[in-house]
């Protein structure tokens, strides 16, 4: 038996200091983990049950590519965040075991057709075509845990042509990486490989062809992109 066409190519990231891949899975998204970014996007940011979606794994764009701006949108936006990256997986995961699940950190953008996205919400309509399209997950190198543990604060910070526009601390997430997995797993079964995309804090904002996008996590590193 063979297939009737070449199947796609794994997605992978680096892993600094190595010359080892981490095949991607599942790409997990967390909405509305910063309660300023609630606030800006018109929602209560008291705590309330996680909610998830989730981009493809070629959706992926790797540190340093160019982001070509897409087709069918006028109002693309940057949401910084930091991604984990998950080694092992299952079903209802406890909290307090959580962080045995986990591989290590990245930085990463949800970028977003927010218009296309604003007219899905007013339809009551899936976001996809707002979240999945095409190079919509730039992210960079992974590092590891047992390299620098895991992260609890630290400045997050993205800029865009050397000018902060987003701003805030990972100790400002609602949902804790722990409590996002375990949630999470209650859902889906996680397999080695899914990345989780913990949430942006305020100041998300539109981007336009020619501009240079730098984006930080302190302890865990650095993402560079282009928009096209």
Not at 30 to 37: D, K, S, T
Not at 57 to 81: A, K, Q, R, T
């Amino acid at each position: 038996m063979s297939y009737i066409f070449p199947p796609p190519n794994q997605t992978a990231l680096p892993v600094r200091g190595t010359q080892d891949l981490f095949p991607v899975h599942r790409v997990y998204c967390v909405g509305r983990n910063y309660a300023a970014h609630a606030i800006e996007m018109g929602h209560d940011p008291n705590k309330e049950a996680p909610f998830f979606f989730q981009k493809n794994p070629d959706n992926i764009l790797l540190d340093g590519e160019d982001f070509p701006y897409p087709g069918m949108s006028s109002d693309v936006h940057h949401e910084i965040e930091m991604v984990v990256a998950l080694k092992s997986g299952g079903d209802n995961i406890r909290a307090e075991k959580a962080l045995d699940c986990v591989f290590g950190y990245g930085v990463a953008l949800d970028m977003t057709r927010r218009d296309l996205q604003a007219e899905m919400k007013k339809q009551g309509r899936p976001w996809e075509i707002g979240k999945a399209f095409e190079k919509s997950a730039p992210c960079s190198e992974l590092v590891p845990a047992n390299d620098i543990g895991h992260p609890v604060e630290g400045e997050v910070w993205l800029k865009i042509n050397d000018e902060i526009r987003q701003q805030g601390d990972l100790n400002q997430l609602i949902w804790k990486i722990p409590e996002m997995i375990a949630y999470l797993s209650a859902l889906f079964t996680l397999q080695p490989g899914d990345l989780i995309l913990t949430g942006t804090p305020a100041g998300v904002g539109p981007v336009q062809r020619g501009d240079r996008l730098h984006g930080h996590v302190a302890g865990v590193g650095e993402l560079k992109v282009n928009v096209v």
